[in-house]
């Protein structure tokens, strides 16, 4: 429990595939010189390994993705001001992250989320993992418009205006719907370098269905979030950039399959974003329409 008694609930997914580095992570949790109030894994259709007694579990039927076993993890952690998500390979090197979060958050009542840095076991951030254009530098920190979904913090408060991750989107751009909808709603999503999350180096394409996912989540933030005039451009500009980018005849045809998806299928509430918030976006260095 952090100053003035904020409790910090940790949340990890696991499909039960890495349970030495699953050990590790909660090894490296448990060794934070000020403790989470709990900690939560939830298992997407899996058996677990033996856990510590203080970890508690949450055990899905089938794997609801990314979206869905956060969802099951935030409903069990509705008493924590704060969750932060972890990915079940990842790593905390430092023994103060918690203590770090605590501090960040006392000194900013309007922050809704801390974006963790993300390297390998060389200290190398991937040009990807920095949440902003035009970014060499991997440690300079500050406001931004988007986090990663390996590390990061929520704020209940915010949780509560805004509401939990989208469940149709499963794995893909759920971390730009939850940053745009807490940015429209006045909250702000910080990028803390000092917080950093050890990660093996991967490739984003590693999943099967990446390319199809990638592209209808595309279209479903445009629907639920973007200005009616945005969509066209927001979607034009990622068709270019796509098809500029992708070396693959069968990704291209997995993507133009997955936009198509993204149009007929339901996608949840449509909330366009107030015209001040795409400003705000823009400001920021990246405005809704890349």
């Known amino acids: 429990m952090g100053a ?19 050990a ?7 060794r934070q010189t000020l403790p989470a109030a709990r900690t939560v894994v939830v298992a997407q259709g899996c058996e677990l390994p033996e856990l510590p ?12 993705g990314v979206t869905g076993g956060r969802n099951a993890a935030l409903a069990h952690l509705r008493d924590m001001d704060l969750v932060l998500d972890l990915d079940d390979d990842g790593l905390l ?14 000194a900013e009542p309007e922050l809704g989320i801390v974006g963790f840095r993300i390297a390998d076991e060389t200290g190398v951030t991937q040009r990807r993992h920095v949440p902003r254009l035009r970014a060499a530098d991997p440690m300079r920190g500050g406001l931004v418009t988007g986090f990663l979904g390996g590390a990061h913090v929520l704020s209940q ?7 939990d991750w989208p469940d149709a989107f499963f794995f893909a751009h759920e971390e730009t719907d939850m940053a745009w909808r807490a940015i429209d709603a006045g909250w702000r999503v910080r990028y803390a370098p000092q917080l950093l999350l050890q990660h093996p180096r991967t490739s984003p394409a590693r999943h099967a269905f ?12 445009a629907r639920r979030h973007l200005p009616a005039p945005l969509v066209p451009v927001y979607l034009g500009v990622w068709v270019v950039l796509t098809v500029a980018r992708t070396r693959s005849l069968g990704g291209l045809r997995a993507w133009f399959g997955g936009f198509a998806e993204g ?28």
């Open 4 to 22: 003035a008694g904020v409790k910090l609930g940790v949340a990890i997914l696991t499909m039960g595939t890495r349970p030495k580095e699953l």
């Open 24 to 30: 590790d992570l909660l090894a490296s949790v448990h």
């Open 53 to 64: 007694p203080w970890v508690e579990t949450v055990h899905l039927a089938e794997n609801l």
């Open 93 to 106: 090197v430092a023994d103060d992250v918690f203590a770090t979060i605590d501090t960040l958050y006392a």
């Open 157 to 163: 408060k915010m949780l509560n205006q805004v509401g």
């Open 210 to 221: 990446f390319y199809q996912v990638n592209a209808r989540n595309r279209v479903y933030l």
């Open 263 to 290: 149009w007929r299928t339901e996608c949840g509430r449509r909330k366009p974003m107030r015209w001040r918030t795409v400003w705000k976006l823009a400001r920021l260095g990246r405005p809704p329409v890349i």
